[in-house]
């Protein structure tokens, strides 16, 4: 069995991935969440203290990647491109002009800043076991091809508000934009995973949106070098 780190924003971030990384790959991995750091309470996956992209930015260094990969086989790196309208985020989603950056763009400078405190050692040595997952401009835009089927399911903006207005269609509840962690979102996430029920039901909704068949693409490769 393959073993797979995760540093991501928020638990409800390690949740999509580990739904999507174990219904994606030939063999299912043991997903080892490492940032933030979490608990299992009543069997739920619950966080403990902050996360946020910039603990994220924090692990992205040598020594740190160094260490996780002595004993995971793969490490994937996620984190999402809305705050980076911050300074401190280091990229910025704007052009010279004050236009929007196109996404493949925006993606790749975010790609870079992921990299820009690893060393070219580091990135040769871990090359395709080190996996990034950049969000454009939050996960849950991922998760809204598998309630649209019109143009909402390319969206990169306001995506909770959007999945929220799908799943109250629905009766399905809401996601909690303040608290994530709370039992109640832990149960509509539970919910809404439910429908990523193997690759090609994945695959479906990563058509639609640009950084989801990305980190598909890394995983396709993972799964070639376990054939």
Same mark, same amino acid.
């Given at each position: 069995?393959?073993?797979?780190?995760?540093?991501?924003?928020? +638990?409800?971030?390690?949740?999509?991935?580990?739904?999507?990384?174990?219904?994606?790959?030939?063999?299912?991995?043991?997903?080892?969440?490492?940032?933030?750091?979490?608990? +299992?309470?009543?069997?739920?996956?619950?966080?403990?203290?902050?996360?946020?992209?910039?603990?994220?930015? #924090?692990?992205?260094?040598?020594?740190?990647?160094?260490? %996780?990969?002595?004993?995971?086989?793969?490490?994937?790196?996620?984190?999402?491109?809305?705050?980076?309208?911050?300074?401190?985020?280091?990229?910025?989603?704007?052009?010279?002009?004050?236009?929007?950056?196109? %996404?493949? +763009?925006?993606?790749?400078?975010?790609?870079? #800043?992921?990299?820009?405190?690893?060393?070219?050692?580091?990135?040769?040595?871990?090359?395709? #076991?080190?996996?990034?997952?950049?969000?454009?401009?939050? %996960?849950?835009?991922?998760?809204?091809?598998?309630?649209?089927?019109?143009?909402? #399911?390319?969206?990169?903006?306001?995506?909770?508000?959007?999945?929220?207005?799908?799943?109250?269609?629905?009766?399905?509840?809401? %996601?909690?934009?303040?608290?994530?962690?709370?039992?109640?979102?832990?149960?509509?996430?539970?919910?809404?995973?439910?429908?990523?029920?193997?690759?090609?039901?994945?695959?479906?909704?990563?058509?639609?949106?640009?950084?989801?068949?990305?980190?598909?693409?890394?995983?396709?490769?993972?799964?070639?070098?376990?054939?």
């Amino acid at each position: 069995m393959i073993t797979i780190g995760l540093i991501c924003e928020g +638990v409800s971030e390690i949740n999509i991935m580990t739904r999507i990384i174990s219904k994606y790959l030939d063999e299912e991995p043991f997903i080892n969440p490492i940032e933030p750091d979490t608990r +299992v309470e009543r069997g739920h996956l619950v966080q403990n203290g902050y996360g946020g992209w910039m603990q994220v930015l #924090r692990h992205c260094n040598d020594e740190t990647i160094t260490n %996780i990969l002595e004993y995971n086989d793969y490490l994937v790196i996620q984190i999402d491109s809305d705050a980076s309208i911050q300074p401190i985020y280091g990229v910025t989603p704007f052009n010279a002009d004050g236009s929007s950056k196109e %996404i493949p +763009v925006l993606y790749n400078d975010i790609m870079n #800043r992921l990299q820009m405190n690893l060393s070219k050692e580091i990135l040769e040595k871990y090359y395709g #076991r080190l996996l990034f997952a950049i969000c454009i401009n939050e %996960i849950e835009c991922w998760l809204l091809p598998l309630y649209y089927t019109d143009r909402n #399911r390319c969206k990169t903006h306001n995506c909770i508000f959007s999945l929220n207005k799908a799943l109250s269609r629905k009766n399905m509840g809401c %996601i909690n934009i303040n608290d994530k962690n709370n039992s109640n979102t832990r149960e509509v996430y539970t919910k809404v995973l439910k429908n990523f029920r193997n690759r090609q039901s994945i695959q479906e909704c990563a058509q639609y949106q640009y950084s989801f068949a990305k980190l598909l693409e890394q995983l396709d490769l993972v799964n070639d070098h376990k054939r």
